[in-house]
């Protein structure tokens, strides 16, 4: 009673008045909610109350509130709301993004920590390497469908850091397959999207029913979403002549197919905004062009390990994931009621990180014009690290990061070295003016936009082909899940 007396007492943290049962529901948009949040953060504070039909939802808007509590106090903030839709009528359920911290879980992280910590992403430097003059080749062979190009390198990458398995560009049917799925986690992995989510009753609505057509989205993708979970697992395992513990081979599946989800649409994502920002501001790329030209020089594409010595490329890597950066608000959920300055916060209460206003990433107090892009911002003497953000925080922190970053660094650095990417012209000549605006979803990508894509000069691409030629002498990398170690 005592208890329950003390919950009653503290309060919620504040909040926009209501409507009774609707609560907040029709103030906030279905696209660029980041930016509301960030609105009423300026009136109700860092730490923010919503409700939507009778659940609270608490929105952190600044840094320190989100490293308060999703990295200082992890082992309270590291559960993930339940989304109905997407793990139990599709079948993302076990998969590593939605999963609560237990230890399922907690096997999974620390199977991604030795697959993708330190030592094995250096491991996978050269296959980076490697990739990276396929990527240009492909650039070329389909310069108007570039996002594709992102996307199919990038499953390239996960497959063989997930699976070991090559040729995913050629095999048609599995890169249909993991994209496919992939578009159904997107569509259906966002908090309070789906009105299931908010009235979890609703899943027992049979398919007929006429208002059920998301148990008819559902039936159309679950058998979609389990074939890409067990099918390239059930390949490799047949490749390995392997059999394992059942608890063990459920991890390595999840942990591998969360893989490929947690690469596929941010890398592509980050790649389009960068070709964005190099259309609209041709200054920073010719000046990232003459860094290349005069360390490298045009004997040879930059690499992974040019990373140091190209600062003003790795300044265009940071200021894409700030200006636009692809998971613009991560969510947690509390495991159990906690306090923080002051306000109650009952367990099971999802938290939503605003990445994007948080920090660094567009707080004018931290950057200055922080919706331009001004990658000269990170040349300065003690610039904040944007990176620390943008992969997320305390234990779900992304297990990916270090290889998204090599990935990202060595996609820009190949393709500024080779390729002018320019703003499109339409058949009548006129400039086609690529508009800022990105998609909803889970990863937010720019609204698909047009741009020119010209190789920078007849010796850019004989270093291609070249390139290309020496690649398949470049060393393989090692057994990705060496269990025993
Ligand atoms: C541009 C590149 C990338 C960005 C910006 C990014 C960002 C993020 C963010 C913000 C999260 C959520 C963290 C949180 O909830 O606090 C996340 C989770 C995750 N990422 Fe990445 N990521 C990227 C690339 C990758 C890559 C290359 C991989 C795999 C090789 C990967 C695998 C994952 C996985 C498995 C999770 C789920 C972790 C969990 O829920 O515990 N990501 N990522």
């Known amino acids: 009673m005592f208890n329950s007396w003390r919950r009653k007492a503290k309060h919620l943290p504040p909040g926009p008045p209501g409507l009774p049962f609707l609560g907040n529901l029709l103030q906030i948009p279905s696209t660029k909610q980041y930016v509301t949040f960030q609105n009423l953060g300026n009136i109700y504070g860092d730490i923010t109350t919503i409700r939507m039909l009778g659940s609270n939802f608490i929105i952190l808007n600044s840094r320190k509130a989100i490293f308060d509590l999703f990295d200082s106090r992890s082992p309270i903030y590291s559960d993930r709301p339940r989304v109905i839709m997407s793990s139990d009528l599709i079948g ?42 396929l990527y240009l080749r492909d650039l070329l062979n389909r310069p108007e469908a570039f996002p594709d190009v992102f996307k199919r390198n990038a499953a390239a990458i996960s497959m063989k850091v997930a699976y070991g398995y090559d040729g995913i560009t050629e095999d048609e049917d599995m890169y249909q397959l993991s994209h496919e799925a992939n578009r159904y986690f997107e569509e259906t992995a966002v908090v309070g999207v789906w009105l299931v989510d908010i009235l979890p009753i609703l899943r027992y609505v049979p398919q007929w029913f006429p208002l059920a057509s998301f148990q008819r989205y559902a039936a159309r993708a679950k058998p979609v979403v389990l074939e ?19 608890d063990m081979e459920n991890c390595i599946k999840y942990s591998s197919v969360g893989i490929s989800l947690g690469q596929l649409d941010t890398t592509t994502a980050s790649l389009s905004w960068f070709f964005m920002a190099m259309a609209l501001h041709p200054e920073v790329q010719a000046k990232a062009q003459a860094e290349i030209d005069k360390v490298i020089g045009n004997e040879r594409l930059p690499r992974v390990e040019d990373k140091e010595s190209l600062p003003y490329v790795s300044a265009i890597m940071q200021e894409v994931f700030r ?5 613009k608000m991560v969510v947690h959920s509390a495991s159990k009621d906690d306090e923080y300055q002051g306000y109650f916060i009952p367990a099971k209460t999802p938290l939503i990180g605003n990445i994007w206003r948080v920090a660094i990433l567009h707080d004018e ?5 922080a919706d331009k892009f001004i990658p000269e911002r990170f040349m300065e003497e003690g610039a904040p690290d944007c990176l620390t953000d943008v992969f997320g925080f305390g234990r779900r922190i992304c297990p990916g990061m270090l290889i998204a970053q090599p990935h990202m660094f060595v996609s820009i650095a190949v393709t500024l070295a080779t390729i002018n990417i320019t703003k499109a012209h339409d058949a009548q000549g006129n400039v086609i003016e690529p508009k800022v605006e990105d998609t909803p979803g889970v990863v937010s990508f720019p609204v698909p936009f047009k741009a020119s894509l010209q190789p920078r000069s007849k010796a850019a691409l004989d270093l291609i082909q070249r390139s290309v030629e020496h690649s398949k002498t470049l060393p393989e990398r090692l057994d990705v899940f060496s269990l025993d170690a």
Not at 94 to 115: D, E, Q, Y
Not at 323 to 327: E, K, L, M, N
């Open 228 to 246: 890409c979970i067990n099918k390239p697992f059930e390949e490799t395992k047949r490749h390995m002549q392997a059999q394992g513990h059942l």
């Open 323 to 327: 200006w636009q950066p692809p998971v």
């Open 365 to 369: 107090n931290v950057y200055h014009d």
């Open 92 to 133: 993302w359920d076990g998969s590593v993004i939605l999963a609560n911290n237990t230890p399922h879980f907690r096997n999974c992280r620390k199977l991604m920590r030795k697959g993708l910590g330190p030592s094995a992403a250096q491991s996978f430097v050269p296959f980076l390497n490697r990739q990276s003059s």
